[in-house]
């Protein structure tokens, strides 16, 4: 059977990748870049989607970005270069304030901060199978042009927003 929790051991039947669910994305609009999708995907959340293969780490990015990027140390070089991209989109992330990363690449430069009341349910790649994560996790942005929808999404009462003055 498989796993249904986070940060499982990688074997030939689990493979520890969880995905951002439909639901989430649905409210969320259009984008023009994920530079880390998934391999195998139940869907394109961007128009223009790198995976592993194409390393969305040293490909330019442009336009409105979605990233949830890989899970633990490998998070911080995603996070490094949305930082330094600085435009439109939203970054999916594990709330963990007390990590390095987040007071070198979060504190110093974005503008928002929206905190996601409950917890996410994320899915396997096939899109099935939604398990429940082991943290709070938040929604990043760097662009103003991102306010408007996390105002609204306030408004719904997906969770409370901070900004950065
Ligand atoms: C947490 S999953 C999220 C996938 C998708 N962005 C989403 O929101 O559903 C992170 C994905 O990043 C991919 N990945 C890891 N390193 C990468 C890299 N250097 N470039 C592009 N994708 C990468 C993994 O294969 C994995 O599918």
């Not at 259009?30 to 391999?39: E, G, K, S, W």
């Not at 270069?81 to 990590?99: A, C, H, N, Q, V």
């Not at 929206?114 to 917890?119: L, N």
Request: aromatic share 14%; proline share 7%.
């Amino acid at each position: 059977m498989e796993p249904k929790t986070f940060n499982t051991k990688k074997t030939e039947k689990s493979t520890n990748i969880w995905l951002t669910p439909r639901s989430l994305l649905d409210r969320l609009g259009h984008f023009d870049l994920d530079p880390c999708a998934a391999t195998v995907r139940p869907w394109d959340i961007a128009d223009v989607n790198y995976t592993e293969e194409d390393n969305g780490l040293i490909q330019e990015w442009f336009g409105r970005v979605w990233c949830n990027p890989p899970y633990g140390s490998e998070a911080y070089p995603f996070l490094k270069k949305f930082s330094e991209y600085g435009g439109p989109g939203l970054m999916l992330l594990f709330t963990r304030t007390d990590i390095k990363a987040w007071h070198e690449y979060i504190f110093p430069t974005a503008k928002y901060i929206f905190f996601i009341k409950g917890r996410i349910k994320f899915c396997r790649p096939d899109g099935s199978q939604e398990a429940t994560a082991n943290a709070a996790s938040c929604l990043l942005a760097w662009d103003k042009s991102e306010l408007p929808l996390l105002l609204q999404l306030e408004k719904e009462g997906l969770g409370k927003l901070a900004m950065f003055v």
